[in-house]
């Protein structure tokens, strides 16, 4: 049987189309899981599950994964996976961004997706159907900022979406240790070399706000400069520490009071130290809600081996005596 369909680079081509829809009308049959296959498509790489719609649209859109491999006995196809052979450039590039924002916006099932007329009121500015998910407010407004980006290409006839690309930089600005100037200035001289009429931010604060609705955020809470207190709760008015009486804020001290006065009623006054504070609570959150992690944060109590050997802190007597001590706690993994 013909397979030369499968690298054809005209994915609208009739013998394309007719290959793909024998292929999955096939798989389906064979393998399919609750109306679901791994999709081989470039951008899900055979790592998530698509409904049949779903993976015929993938195929013409974005192709066959390089390297996936299938053979034909009597007349039928049988799929092998192709895993093993998967590029890994490929596998480190491919950025499962509806996958990231249906963990992150957990009551909204990026699988049955948002209806067209929702996403095009929310754009256009005018009241949408009644088929809105379970959000509100900045939530809603930030998801939908989101979901447009996931759609929205780098630049025209570009594999990424501008969303992936944002995500991926980021995630190496912070790995490396970029300071926000250096990562303004790769932004502005990627924009440079792309096409014309690429997405990509041109500064880190752009960049920060697209990332800010994923979540995850930090609090500023000011503090003594000599680390007596913080001006926090019921302390969060106050212009000086009650423990040595040192100003909240930076102070000039080159210049005379009355320009200080002058100055302070103009400009927002600069705190003289910072403290950024990570809630716990939502990090836990989000290590529970996402599909990648989820299963990992039970894994000392579905997967533990129980033989008696101190294989892991669970075997301690501090785990057993924390257990027995909160009972209501220790029975949810």
């Not at 790592?47 to 192709?63: F, R, T």
């Not at 979406?161 to 932004?187: D, E």
């Amino acid at each position: 049987m013909d397979k030369t369909w499968i690298n054809s680079k005209e994915t609208s081509s009739p013998d394309y189309i007719k290959g793909i829809l024998n292929f999955v009308n096939f798989t389906f049959e064979k393998s399919a899981k609750a109306g679901k296959i791994l999709c081989p498509c470039r951008r899900c790489a055979n790592l998530i599950w698509c409904s049949k719609e779903k993976v015929v649209d993938h195929l013409v859109e974005k192709g066959f994964l390089r390297n996936y491999n299938w053979t034909s006995r009597e007349k039928d196809f049988a799929v092998v996976n192709s895993n093993e052979n998967r590029n890994e450039e490929e596998i480190a590039f491919n950025h499962d961004m509806r996958g990231l924002l249906q963990d992150a916006f957990a009551g909204v099932n990026m699988e049955d997706s948002i209806p067209n007329e929702v996403v095009d009121s929310f754009n256009s500015g005018k009241e949408g159907s009644n088929q809105e998910p379970s959000m509100s407010g900045n939530d809603m407004d930030g998801f939908f900022n989101l979901l447009k980006d996931v759609g929205q290409k780098l630049y025209p006839n570009c594999e990424e979406s501008k969303l992936g690309a944002i995500v991926h930089l980021f995630h190496l600005k912070c790995l490396n240790g970029w300071s926000n100037k250096s990562f303004t200035q790769l932004l502005e001289y990627l924009s440079f070399l792309l096409p014309e009429g690429n997405v990509l931010p041109k500064s880190y604060s752009e960049t920060k706000k697209i990332i800010r609705s994923l979540g995850l955020s930090y609090e500023k809470i000011h503090a003594c400069p000599n680390d007596c207190m913080l001006f926090w709760k019921d302390k969060a008015n106050d212009d000086f520490c009650f423990e040595c009486g040192a100003s909240r804020w930076i102070v000039n001290t080159n210049i005379e009071e009355d320009s200080i006065d002058c100055t302070m009623k103009k400009k927002k006054p600069k705190a003289a130290k910072v403290l950024r504070w990570f809630p716990l609570i939502p990090r836990l959150q989000w290590l529970y809600i996402s599909s990648k992690t989820a299963s990992l944060m039970r894994w000392h109590d579905e997967e533990w081996t129980k033989d008696g050997l101190i294989r892991h802190p669970t075997d301690s007597l501090a785990w057993k005596h924390f257990d027995e001590k909160y009972p209501d706690f220790a029975v949810d993994p």
